[in-house]
């Protein structure tokens, strides 16, 4: 599986943003997917997960501002971003969960105050 990630961008707070992840290779029996963040200095972190079902899950402080989905049907998995924080500013990175675990390339989110 290869995961192509796009959308990043410098953006006010407050401001929006919506991030793509492409989707290509063997994409069947894909059982997640996934968006991450890896700010300077810290760990890399889950941002949102969505399953094959639909169930999606999201870290806390992004709850009720950010929103992941997924377009089975062409391969894309999205991250609605609205009211953006400098603290959101970071790599975002998308995943896939397969037989095995994929990452894709990150791209940056950074968010001015």
């Known amino acids: 599986v290869q995961l192509q990630a796009s959308g990043g961008g410098l953006v006010q707070a407050g401001g929006s943003l919506r991030l793509s992840c492409a989707a290509s290779?063997?994409?069947?029996?894909?059982?997640?997917m996934g968006w991450y963040r890896q700010a300077e200095g810290k760990p890399r972190e889950l941002v949102a997960q969505?399953?094959?079902?639909?169930?999606?899950t999201y870290a806390y402080s992004v709850e009720g501002r950010f929103t992941i989905s997924r377009d089975n049907a062409n391969n894309f998995l999205y991250l609605q971003m609205n009211s953006l924080k400098p603290e959101d500013t970071a790599v975002y990175y998308c995943?896939?969960?397969?037989?095995?675990?994929?990452w894709g390339q990150g791209t940056l989110v950074t968010v001015s105050s």
């Open positions: 995943n896939a969960v397969q037989r095995y675990i994929y």
């Open positions: 290779g063997s994409t069947f029996d894909i059982k997640a």
């Open positions: 969505i399953t094959s079902g639909g169930s999606t």
